[in-house]
């Protein structure tokens, strides 16, 4: 009888232990990768680390529930390995028995995920809550694209230069126009007395022309 | 000047100078297919040992025929259609055919253009917008089609062409396509506006920026990693192909073909605002050779970043597998590498092999990631996208690259719509009171409206469809006959006079063997053996599906009915003018052609006939 009273203590007290456990209904797995994103500025995982972990998620934990005053003791971590990774359970300040519900962890964890991350100097690839999928950050969308705007240089660049090339002749021509009027005007009272200015007479091209056939 | 100028002979438009004349030459023929063809075809045909096909191609086919056309063009001194109506009237048709074909040519070829312009565009945005995937609708996660296929292939298929299932489903107008294209047609106008002296201008830049941009990727790929193996698994030659597959001589004949646009009449047009008495054989060596050596220079680029592209793509295959090794065995972070990743592969798996198989390991294999080949728009737009995302500051280099796919495509377009434009004043059936200018902004805007077909959803297949039928059958059978007109009907006696008229010594034995046996009989065959294939199977095309069960695979569908008669269509429509001329002139001109026949001679030069008619005029 006494043995059985002892059995059942010690099975009771070592339950009672044991809220966190692989696998637990109401833990989440960390997973960090600090030298895949520090490199040679890793700095090493030790108890410091870890109670460092603690007091952030507490931290998080009371930013999400105000009122409650979560400590590093309501935060149990177990099974840690050398990948460093580790589950942890949350246990209520009210009720030191009881475990806080999974979906409040994690929108605890979502809420203060970018503090948590800081605190560590990872990201959310490096440091994993596994079952907690990171929100996606929406891809910037400037109002104007920046795509219409080089479009509309360019396309300026180059309805600017068709009209210079179209018009530039035109106005030339004009200006040509308006000299040779002037001219003209100058020459009437001239013509009488010269003969043969370079203005008259008729260019004819095939006398040059000539030229070079008879040297062949 | 002025008054005989406009009742007597007009004055040919000239070139510049050589240097203008070449380069307008050499950036015709070196064209977008140099960048993304002919790396292709080496690939697949055992590397350097394709080089022997596509020489023997180069040195029997195209330099004769190129030799050919220049020197008709400087003889003869106008467009296609005036040059094959002098030679004879019965081939006045393929003066008519170049001048469709390369119409046909220039309206896909411009497509492509507004493509590039659109990517160029984009390039100026950090981070590259085909770097990222786009979220779906309620923010949980990215768009199910990016996240199946890749989000560079995302940008392409999806973003830039919102492509249909296939070529039946004709979509809409994608606006931001139409206004890409029609800033394509304002960029060529701009060049095109005074004819060849704008284009003189437009090429020194056109021409001469594609092989700086080469250089600069060629200089910062071989310092990346992994560029020696690409340039290795390029050269190593493989000869088994050349000897087993006869297909190899075929593409390489085709991809010479092809590459140095003879046919198009572009290169006659050119030539014919030479001088007469220039060297227009070395001319044509020069510019078959550069055309040749650009190819083997892009080659070498292109493969040292495909090579990097391929080795970075297998290290983040291995570095996945280590991930979820060391996630499953739970082992120390970074403690399997790249470089040890091996060992510790084959210690787990001796002692934890079932573990270790009931993990979605990829299998990572360089030479798979090499095999991945592209041609086409898939090599400029999918695969090079996605190597430029990986290189350290990859917007300017996606800025270089697109300038330099800009400036190949453009020069190719000035030599497509100089083989419109030259025949259009040949056959004088443009009023004289419609100034160049306008006549160019006619032709611009016309082939902008006719080219709103590519900017549909199905765009895509269709300028496949061009590609692979218009540019192909009916340029073979015009260079054929080409070729045949001028040694045959025009005479390689007459012609051999020409050449000496204008070069100062007759073509050597070579050039004659060439002109009269070789270059026909290979024209001929590689006709046959192009026609042959085609029919060989009904035509089929690879289709985006989002729909299909292997996608992102392209989904291989049938040309509908509809879609093959078209094809039919562009390749006789070009072609069918060459009997229907002949046959017009035998049967309505036959008793004008026997008494004034007008046979071109060193002694019967344009200048010297019409200017001394004119002088009689005047005189009296």
């Known amino acids: 009888m006494l043995e059985k009273i002892l059995i059942l203590l010690c099975l009771s007290s070592a ?88 979906g409040v962890v994690e929108e605890a964890i979502r809420m203060s995920r970018n503090r948590i991350n800081s605190a560590f100097l990872l990201t959310d690839k490096t440091l994993e809550f596994i079952g907690i999928t990171p929100t996606l950050t929406a891809p910037v969308n400037p109002d104007t694209p920046p795509w219409l705007i080089v479009f509309g240089v360019v396309m300026g660049a180059v309805g600017a230069g068709i009209i210079v090339v179209l018009v530039s002749p035109l106005v030339l021509k004009k200006r040509k126009k308006n000299e040779e009027t002037d001219e003209d005007e100058e020459e009437t009272g001239v013509k009488a007395v010269e003969n043969g200015s370079t203005r008259e007479g008729v260019y004819n091209m095939s006398f040059s022309d000539d030229e070079r056939l008879t040297q062949m | 000047m002025g008054k005989t100028g406009d009742s007597g002979v007009e004055e040919r438009p000239k070139w510049d100078n050589k240097i203008q004349y070449l380069l307008t030459c050499i950036g015709f023929a070196v064209g977008l297919g140099n960048i993304w063809r002919f790396p292709y075809l080496c690939q697949i045909y055992g590397g350097g040992a394709f080089l022997i096909p596509y020489l023997i191609a180069l040195v029997f086919e195209g330099l004769p025929l190129l030799y050919l056309e220049l020197a008709i063009g400087q003889r003869l001194r106008m467009g296609s259609i005036g040059v094959w109506k002098s030679i004879s009237p019965l081939l006045g048709g393929v003066g008519i055919a170049s001048m469709i074909v390369s119409f046909l040519v220039s309206i896909f070829y411009n497509t492509i253009i507004a493509w590039v312009l659109w990517y160029f565009f984009h390039s100026f945005q950090n981070p590259l917008p085909w770097s990222q995937c786009p979220l779906n609708d309620n923010h949980t996660g990215y768009d199910v089609e990016c996240e199946k296929s890749t989000s560079v292939n995302y940008f392409w298929y999806r973003q830039t062409l919102n492509i249909t299932p296939d070529i039946e489903t004709s979509g809409s107008l994608q606006w931001w396509l139409v206004i890409c294209l029609a800033s394509a047609w304002c960029v060529v ?19 001469t920026f594609p092989y700086l941009v080469l250089t600069i990727f060629l200089v910062r790929a071989l310092t990346l990693p992994g560029a020696t193996d690409g340039l290795v698994y390029l050269f190593t030659p493989d000869v088994s192909p050349i000897l087993k597959n006869p297909q190899v001589w075929l593409d390489a004949a085709t991809q010479i073909f092809f590459s140095l646009s003879v046919a198009f009449g572009g290169l006659i047009a050119f030539s014919s605002y030479n001088s007469e008495r220039n060297n227009c054989e070395r ?26 592209k391929a080795t970075n793509a297998y290290n983040s295959c291995r570095e996945d597998n280590i991930l979820d090794l060391t996630n499953h065995f739970e082992l120390s972070d970074q403690n399997m590498t790249l470089e040890n990743y091996y060992q510790w592969y084959d210690y787990l798996n001796s002692t934890f092999p079932d573990e270790v198989a009931s993990l979605p390991l990829k299998s990572c294999n360089l030479q798979t990631f090499l095999d991945q080949s592209a041609s086409g728009t898939g090599l400029a737009f999918i695969v090079f996208t996605e190597a430029v995302m990986e290189m350290p500051g990859s917007q300017v280099w996606a800025i270089l690259f697109f300038i330099m796919l800009l400036s190949l495509g453009l020069s190719s377009m000035f030599g497509n719509i100089e083989g419109v434009l030259t025949p259009m004043h040949d056959l004088k059936i443009v009023p004289k009171w419609i100034p160049n200018e306008v006549l160019t902004a006619i032709i611009c805007l016309a082939s902008f409206l006719m080219s709103l077909i590519f900017t549909l959803g199905s765009g895509n297949y269709w300028v496949e469809v061009f590609n692979g039928y218009v540019g192909s059958v009916p340029l073979l059978i015009i260079a054929f006959f080409e070729i045949i007109g001028v040694i045959y009907v025009y005479g390689m006696k007459n012609f051999s006079e020409d050449i000496y008229f204008m070069t100062g010594s007759r073509p050597n034995i ?18 046959i053996a192009y026609v042959g294939l085609q029919a060989q199977k009904h035509p089929t095309y690879p289709t985006w599906n989002p729909d299909y069960e292997l996608f992102p695979q392209t989904q291989v569908k049938d040309y509908p009915d509809w879609v093959f008669a078209i094809i039919l269509l562009l390749c006789i429509v070009p072609v069918i003018s060459i009997p229907v001329v002949a046959l017009y002139e035998l049967i309505c001109c036959k008793i004008q052609r026997s008494s004034a026949r007008a046979e071109p001679s060193p002694y019967c030069n344009d200048g010297f006939v019409v200017e001394t008619q004119e002088q009689n005029n005047q005189r009296f």
């Not at chain 2, 070579?510 to 590689?526: F, G, N, Q, R």
């Open chain 2, 510 to 527: 070579y050039w004659k063997a060439c002109w009269m046996v070789i270059s026909p009989i290979m024209l001929l065959a590689v006709l």
């Open chain 2, 189 to 207: 106008y701009i060049c095109f506006i005074k004819g060849i002296e704008s284009m003189g201008k437009a090429v020194y830049v056109t021409a």
């Open chain 1, 15 to 102: 339950l009672a232990e044991q809220p966190c456990k692989p696998d637990a209904s109401d833990g989440y797995k960390v997973r960090l990768s600090i030298k895949t994103a520090l490199g040679d500025e890793a700095y090493v995982w030790n108890e410091n680390e870890m109670f460092l972990f603690r007091a952030t998620l507490a931290f998080a934990m009371r930013s999400h529930l105000n009122g409650q005053e979560f400590d590093v003791s309501n935060i149990i971590v177990c099974d840690e390995t050398p990948r460093v990774t580790f589950w942890f359970v949350v246990t209520s300040p009210l009720n030191t028995s009881g475990l806080v519900d999974k």
């Open chain 2, 283 to 308: 001319d044509a060596v020069l510019v078959g050779v550069i055309n040749s050596a650009t190819s083997l220079y892009a080659s070498i680029s292109i493969f040292s970043i495909l090579g990097f």
